[in-house]
């Protein structure tokens, strides 16, 4: 489960399975299996998951070299 954090890549998240609690500054919105988010550049984000299995598909550019490491 991710904290709010912000970072300066634009992200999109797909919800894979599962279900959770998005929140996009400071907005909270639930999504479930299907749904996408979008994450502008530095904007406060984070998500809690609802369900041990959840998984989530995340992209992110410029491309994370942090996450090559």
Do not use: C
């Not at 992200?11 to 500054?25: A, R």
């Not at 979008?38 to 994370?64: A, D, W």
């Amino acid at each position: 489960e991710g904290s709010v954090h912000s970072h300066p890549h634009e992200q999109i998240g797909n919800v894979v399975s599962g279900s959770g609690i998005f929140t996009l500054d400071g907005k909270k919105t639930e999504v479930a299996m299907g749904d996408s988010m979008y994450i502008p550049s530095n904007t406060p984000h984070g998500f809690k998951s609802y369900e041990e299995n959840t998984v989530l598909m995340e992209t992110f550019t410029p491309q994370r070299d942090d996450f090559l490491e």
